[in-house]
């Protein structure tokens, strides 16, 4: 089945760098392009970085550009976000995923795959 297993996070003074990384399985992750989403305490996610898997083209939020940068290691099904001079308002959940996401059953009905994500916290 699939898998996303991001991990890396923690807290970091503002200023500080981290690098947050995902582990991808149960399916063919050097076809997929790949997202990194940032949930914020009573806010949405929201996308913060893609990279194509067609020529490794990336794209980044306005929010985050210059200061992050997204990569993947196909050979080891891995997706990676180094994060350079954070601040306070980058502090959130960091998920990684496909594009476009799986759709997975649930009781509620079909849904997409998210993972557990992993906590970036930015102190002032």
């Known amino acids: 089945q699939v898998q996303l297993v991001e991990s890396g996070g923690g807290l970091v003074q503002s200023g500080g760098s981290l690098r947050i990384s995902c582990v991808g399985s149960?399916?063919?992750?050097?076809?997929?392009?790949m997202t990194w989403y940032r949930q914020a305490p009573g806010k949405e996610r929201e996308l913060v970085a893609e990279i194509f898997e067609a020529d490794g083209t990336t794209n980044y939020a306005d929010s985050v550009k210059g200061r992050f940068t997204i990569s993947r290691d196909n050979a080891k099904n891995t997706l990676s976000l180094q994060m350079n001079s954070l601040k306070p308002e980058d502090t959130a959940v960091y998920y990684c995923n496909t594009d476009p996401p799986f759709t997975i059953s649930t009781t509620h009905g079909p849904s997409d795959y998210w993972g557990k994500g992993t906590l970036v916290t930015v102190s002032p």
């Open positions: 149960g399916f063919t992750f050097n076809i997929y392009d």
